[in-house]
């Protein structure tokens, strides 16, 4: 039971938050969970969950966590999605219990009833002290006795009880539209102006209409989610976009990846259309509707419908710096698998193996290995150029943490000038 609401805190809270929500969250539970100052700054999510398990145990370390989000008007949806978690934990565990009960109440027999003719069964100690009583007395006859006798023998039957439950195209596959449409990446991403793209979400960033997204499992293998359909029309300001790439290996599926804002958060997005990508240019205020978050993440399909606005819409400072700053490498060492990652890197080394391209990259705060692999291989970079990475996954194997590429993962090469 208690490891239900473990992965309910895990893999449905704290991995589910933006690295700048887990790092609040973290500050206010700094003393309740009596964090030393190092541990401040190093603690990842399974070490503050295993905390905040070990200091309220079971529901409680999820009541926990709600109470801790539940002010912030930008996770008003992740908090309900919680308390809707833990109810169904609940919900389940009832089930299971009263199954269990039910089973053995059936097991027991007619021997054991719950009740008499007479009325309710009374406890042995009670049916004996009243066959000595009438004894003492005798103001029954030798029926009454023989009565109250059998009334004895039926009540050492033991009573049923209920267990607890228990379980035990082109070379590098990009999409090359004609130059009429679509322009290249190169214009897009300059080297005098900074990367405008969120920081590191824990694994699966919360970015819905009010708050940002996506839970992966502990693995590289991360399973896509369920599917969250909008709850209406959002005005956003583009901040970024990607060149349109074609994300199937046989075949043609056309997609490009953007970052956007509301007043109060940013989202990735993945826009499964290469039609409206002409109106995602940096700062265009675009209303989108009929879309959808998996893991945090905003959907467009053709289905969907976006159209430029005259609304005029302010983004505060503090959502535009932390749209501007990728994760530290530091950082991205220290994630669980399946963490997306999003940000633009130096590349220090290029190596190759029998099946993939393997890039070194590097920030002040350390190096990683990105694995190119498919339409990633190969890439025309070298080092002093950097790579703009868009949808990778963390992965660690053997204590080896790399980044790699999914379905949806886009990378770009930003030469050096």
């Keep these: 039971m208690a490891m239900e609401y473990k992965k309910i805190l895990l893999h449905k809270g704290l991995k589910m938050l933006t690295d700048y929500q887990f790092r609040t969250v973290r500050c206010l539970l700094a003393d309740e969970l009596q964090l030393t100052s190092k541990m401040r700054e190093d603690s990842d999510r399974i070490m503050i969950a295993e905390r905040m398990f070990s200091k309220f145990p079971g529901a409680a370390s999820v009541d926990k966590l709600i109470d801790t989000l539940k002010d912030d008007p930008e996770l008003k949806e992740f908090v309900d999605s919680l308390r809707k978690e833990k109810q169904n934990v609940k919900r389940r565990l009832r089930t299971a219990g009263e199954r269990a009960r039910s089973r053995q109440q059936d097991g027991a027999g007619p021997s054991a009833p719950l009740s008499s003719p007479d009325g309710p069964r009374r406890p042995q100690g009670a049916a004996e002290d009243s066959v000595a009583q009438k004894r003492k007395h005798n103001t029954e006859g030798e029926k009454g006795v023989k009565k109250n006798k059998g009334a004895q023998m039926s009540s050492k039957a033991p009573y049923p009880v209920g267990a607890s439950p228990s379980r035990t195209q082109t070379a590098t596959g990009s999409f090359s539209p004609d130059t009429k449409n ?98 995602f240019t940096e700062n265009a205020v675009l209303t989108i509707s009929g879309h959808s978050m998996r893991r945090g993440t905003l959907e467009v399909s ?58 070194e990259i590097k ?31 963390v992965s660690t194997v053997k204590k080896k943490t790399s980044l790699m590429c999914e379905k949806h993962s886009l990378i770009q090469v930003v030469q050096s000038l």
């Design 302 to 359: 053709k289905t969907s419908i976006v159209s430029p606005t005259i609304a005029r819409l302010k983004v505060p400072k503090s959502v535009m710096k932390r749209a501007c700053e990728p994760p530290k490498i530091d950082d991205l060492c220290k994630a669980v698998s399946g963490t997306p990652v999003y940000g633009r890197y130096k590349v220090v080394k290029k190596t190759q193996d029998m099946k993939n391209t393997i890039y």
């Design 182 to 279: 679509y322009p290249t990446a190169t214009p897009i991403f300059q080297l005098d102006k900074p990367s405008i793209l969120p920081t590191m979400p824990s694994s699966v960033s919360m970015a819905s209409s009010t708050s940002l997204t996506e839970s992966p499992s502990a693995t590289a293998k991360v399973a896509e989610g369920r599917k969250t359909p909008s709850q209406g029309p959002v005005t956003v300001l583009v901040l970024e976009r990607s060149e349109v790439f074609n994300f199937m290996e046989q075949g043609q599926a056309l997609m490009f990846h953007a970052t956007v804002a509301t007043a109060s958060q940013f989202y990735w997005v993945k826009v499964f259309d290469d039609t409206p990508w002409h109106l």
């Design 363 to 393: 920030d002040k705060t350390g190096s990683i290995e990105v694995v190119g692999s498919g339409q990633w291989c190969g890439l025309p970079c070298e080092p002093g150029d950097q790579l703009q990475l868009f949808c990778l996954r």
